[in-house]
């Protein structure tokens, strides 16, 4: 009977420490990066450890870190006009959002639409993994309330900006803005930013260097919605820029 019983126990003991070491390794990074510039992401890691593995040793997930003072307006304003409008004002989960997406999927099975928020996407950047499994999403929206409670709302956004991915190997906006405008972040225009935001959903796909109709379709959208916020008046407003 003890011999059946001993493996067992060990496998719980363990399972608690591994539970402990991440909770600990997860909310020391949520502190740690509520002031300190984020060297990489997990997605970032992921990635070059995919291309590594792939025998693809010519490909370095690259991003260089900018406070969001070396950041156009435009930027911040393009990426809430076009993924999360509510950005300012929820707390973490967008509820409405998520509802439509819910009544959406059971009608369309084969074109999923997400919800998630420009917190959770953060959150799933810097500290999980890609993917669609429950595990990640509870532990995702786990750690959005964690970022939500310990930093503000232009520090969740600045982070957003310095590890979203924006094409192959570039992640932030500094890196984007240099390799597809030539220029640093602070100078992008509102067209430049609308079309960065426009890759967004699937920067793998989507091209901001030779992009598709649907490319420039969006982009014209995201515009008019950035102009329906209130252009940089809504970043002065909500003190996130």
């Given at each position: 009977m003890s011999k059946r019983v001993l493996p067992l126990a060990w496998i719980k003991r363990i399972a608690w420490r591994v539970a402990l070491l991440l909770v600990l390794f997860w909310g020391g990074g949520i502190a740690l990066f509520s002031f300190v510039p984020v060297p990489f992401s997990a997605v970032m890691v992921e990635r070059q450890l995919s291309a590594w593995l792939s025998g693809d040793f010519h490909y370095v997930a690259h991003s260089d870190w900018v406070s969001m003072d070396e950041i156009s307006p435009w930027m911040g304003l393009a990426v809430i006009a076009a993924e999360d409008q509510k950005f300012p004002e929820h707390w973490g989960f967008d509820v409405q959002a998520i509802e439509k997406a819910l009544t959406h999927n059971e009608r369309n099975e084969n074109r999923i639409r997400g919800a998630s928020t420009l917190s959770q996407q953060t959150a799933k950047n810097l500290l999980?993994?890609?993917?669609?499994?429950?595990?990640?999403?509870?532990?995702?929206?786990?750690?959005?309330?964690?970022?939500?409670?310990?930093?503000?709302?232009?520090?969740?956004?600045?982070?957003?900006?310095?590890?979203?991915?924006?094409?192959?190997?570039?992640?932030?906006?500094?890196?984007?803005?240099?390799?597809?405008?030539?220029?640093?972040?602070?100078?992008?225009?509102?067209?430049?930013?609308?079309?960065l935001a426009a890759v967004l959903p699937n920067p793998i796909r989507f091209k901001a260097d030779a992009p598709s109709g649907y490319v420039r379709n969006r982009q014209a959208w995201i515009l008019r919605q950035m102009r329906q916020l209130g252009g940089e008046s809504f970043m002065t407003r909500h003190q996130l820029h």
């Open positions: 999980l993994w890609d993917g669609r499994s429950w595990l990640r999403k509870g532990l995702e929206a786990g750690l959005t309330v964690g970022i939500e409670t310990v930093w503000s709302k232009k520090r969740i956004l600045t982070v957003y900006l310095n590890i979203a991915e924006f094409g192959e190997g570039t992640f932030g906006v500094e890196a984007a803005a240099q390799r597809y405008f030539h220029k640093s972040a602070s100078r992008l225009t509102m067209s430049e930013a609308a079309l």
